[in-house]
């Protein structure tokens, strides 16, 4: 079968999702308002609140949320249990999951004045709640920045070679990110200083974003560092460095920009598969179902696949940290109420559209292709790579623009999580003024930093990169958090009833139950599988064991809340 008939269904499926159970949501569950005046234009201070209009925002909410998450996961869980696994999670989990989480982050969020989404809680729950949940969230950014940071530094490091004679430098990749930093911050200034409007910005510098690309291997960027492990380390203490500056600093100079060329660039991405795809002919060559084959070491077809293949595949079907994102910084930038749709459902479905076409680089190849063993990050640039050749374009050039995609939706993440630690510990603590934000930020990119530098090893003595060692636990978190900001839309849900049968809170509440259950079980094996098998970082497992009686505590308060809500609070009559 051509790969192009799954992907074209898998997009006719997301599209009629946002059609039909977008608009559900919006009309009859959120009930979407725009003469409610939001809360960036009603606080519009030029730093944190900061309007935008709707395009810009949805490219950087877009870039934001997706980071490697709708690369790694869906390429990883494919790898393991064979593509069709992977694609009904993603289209299942992205229209009736994680679109409900984003959608209802964002407009729990704006309807608390741009508060987070653990302010939801604080309010209808309780104090005590709010404070594990904070914590539960600080923990859990330290380490999506743990994970992304050591993936973003493995492609500023090494070569890929083609094979007939060209070679992609780590170096000239770390170049080209570089530029792209730095064109962005000129645009940013552009449109501040230069009355610049975003269209013309745009036609301007999103085809600098490509000299960038092209510059960066004729400019390579060489540490100097003979030890590739020790090259990706101080490269991962450089991205936190930056993630330090670019989160302290005015939305307008760095995040919006690099955000709107971010979403362009994204968008290019997916065009240019979706040509590639179009016109290259490819066949489906990996097998459908892993655990099916013979040869297959993975044991029986629904386990290990229950719960690993809903905490590999986080973002581009359902990911906690959106609910941040959306509740952190978007809420502070929504221009209008009907914006959410777009921006928070749109954007989660386009997700789910960038982790169909990373399963689709995965679905051309033959099950003992070398390619597989790579690096998610380089399966991924390897498929653009082969779509680009049929315009014409040299692989390697193709093989850079995929890996500055790659890195692209990392940098939205990493300085967005950085903002977002800063948030959380300037609450918690009451600190305030730039000493507050100063020492919160510091302390958000700090604590990865001790993470990146620390080697683990596997059983033969062989060091394990930071990303392998955090992304089942990261999974795990991160899905686990999705079930806690799910149980915050449903008690805000709950808490507005308008009546005896008004049951919309059952959108977020079943599948923050899905959530609950899948992440507490990952968990729980993972502390197993280190505790008593002796696999994995010991502190990881008892941070692990931190973070399910966290979550347990929260649903507990929160359980408690709706009894005592459901009972004490009169129902007006329908």
Request: aromatic share 16%; proline share 2%; net charge positive.
């Given at each position: 079968m051509n790969v192009l008939v799954v992907v074209v269904a898998c997009a006719g499926i997301l599209l009629a999702g946002y059609r039909f159970y977008g608009n559900f949501l919006s009309k009859k569950v959120f009930k979407l308002d725009d003469s409610r005046v939001t809360p960036a234009v009603e606080k519009n201070d030029g730093l944190d609140y900061s309007p935008a209009p709707k395009g810009m925002l949805l490219g950087q909410h877009f870039s934001a949320i997706a980071a490697a998450g709708p690369i790694t996961g869906p390429i990883l869980a494919a790898v393991m249990f064979g593509w069709a696994p992977a694609l009904l999670w993603i289209l299942v989990g992205s229209i009736f999951i994680g679109g409900v989480h984003d959608m209802g982050s964002l407009v729990a969020s704006?309807?608390?004045?741009?508060?987070?989404?653990?302010?939801?809680?604080?309010?209808?729950?309780?104090?005590?709640?709010?404070?594990?949940?904070?914590?539960?969230?600080?923990?859990?950014?330290?380490?999506?920045i743990v994970a992304f940071t050591d993936t973003t530094a493995s492609s500023f490091v090494g070569n890929i070679d083609l094979g007939n004679g060209e070679m992609v430098t780590g170096a000239g990749i770390a170049s080209s990110s570089v530029l792209y930093l730095l064109v962005s911050v000129l645009m940013g200034l552009a449109m501040k200083f230069g009355r610049l409007k975003e269209g013309l910005a745009t036609l301007i510098f999103i085809p600098l974003v490509g000299v960038a690309i092209w510059a960066g291997q004729l400019l390579p960027l060489d540490l100097g560092i003979a030890d590739p492990l020790m090259a990706q380390k101080v490269w991962g203490g450089i991205i936190l460095a930056y993630c330090l500056v670019a989160s302290a600093v005015p939305m307008w100079l760095v995040l919006?920009?690099?955000?709107?060329l971010g979403g362009w660039f994204l968008y290019i991405a997916l065009a240019v598969c979706a040509i590639g795809l179009i016109f290259g002919g490819y066949d489906i060559q990996y097998p459908a179902f892993m655990a099916l084959q013979a040869d297959s070491q993975l044991g029986s077809f629904w386990f290990p696949m229950f719960p690993v293949l809903f905490i590999?595949?986080?973002?581009?079907?359902?990911?906690?940290?959106h609910s941040l994102v959306s509740s952190g910084t978007t809420s502070k930038q929504l221009n209008k109420e009907s914006d959410a749709k777009p921006v928070a459902y749109g954007a989660m479905l386009l997700e789910a559209l960038v982790a169909v076409v990373s399963v689709a680089c995965v679905m051309i190849l033959k099950q003992n292709d070398a390619m597989i063993g790579k690096s998610p990050n380089f399966i991924y640039a390897m498929g653009i790579g082969s779509f680009v050749e049929l315009f014409g374009i040299p692989a390697s050039l193709g093989i850079s623009f995929g890996l500055m995609a790659f890195t692209t939706f990392?940098?939205?993440?990493l300085d967005v999580c950085t903002r977002l630690g800063r948030y959380i510990i300037e609450e918690l603590t009451g600190m305030k003024g730039w000493a507050g934000k100063i020492i919160s930020t510091v302390l958000t990119a700090g604590v990865p930093l001790f993470f990146i530098f620390k080697t683990s090893v596997d059983a033969a003595g062989n060091p394990i990169p930071a990303w392998k060692v955090?992304?089942?636990?990261?999974?795990?978190t991160n899905q686990l958090l999705a079930a806690l900001a799910l149980i915050g839309v449903t008690v805000w849900l709950f808490s507005i009833r308008t009546g005896k049968y008004d049951r919309k809170y059952l959108v977020s509440l079943i599948p923050a139950v899905v959530m609950f259950v899948m992440s507490n079980w990952s968990l729980i094996s993972s502390i197993y599988t280190t505790l008593m098998l002796g696999q994995g970082m010991i502190v990881v497992a008892f941070i692990s064991i931190l973070l399910v009686c966290l979550s347990v505590m929260v649903a507990v308060e929160s359980y408690i809340a709706l009894r005592h809500s459901s009972k004490a609070r009169p129902i007006p009559a329908v």
């Open positions: 704006i309807r608390n004045q741009a508060k987070s989404i653990t302010e939801v809680i604080r309010q209808h729950v309780s104090l005590r709640a709010w404070i594990l949940f904070q914590i539960f969230i600080w923990i859990t950014l330290v380490y999506v919006q920009p690099r955000g709107a590999t595949v986080a973002c581009g079907a359902c990911s906690g940290f990392v940098y939205d993440t955090f992304w089942s636990t990261f999974g795990a």
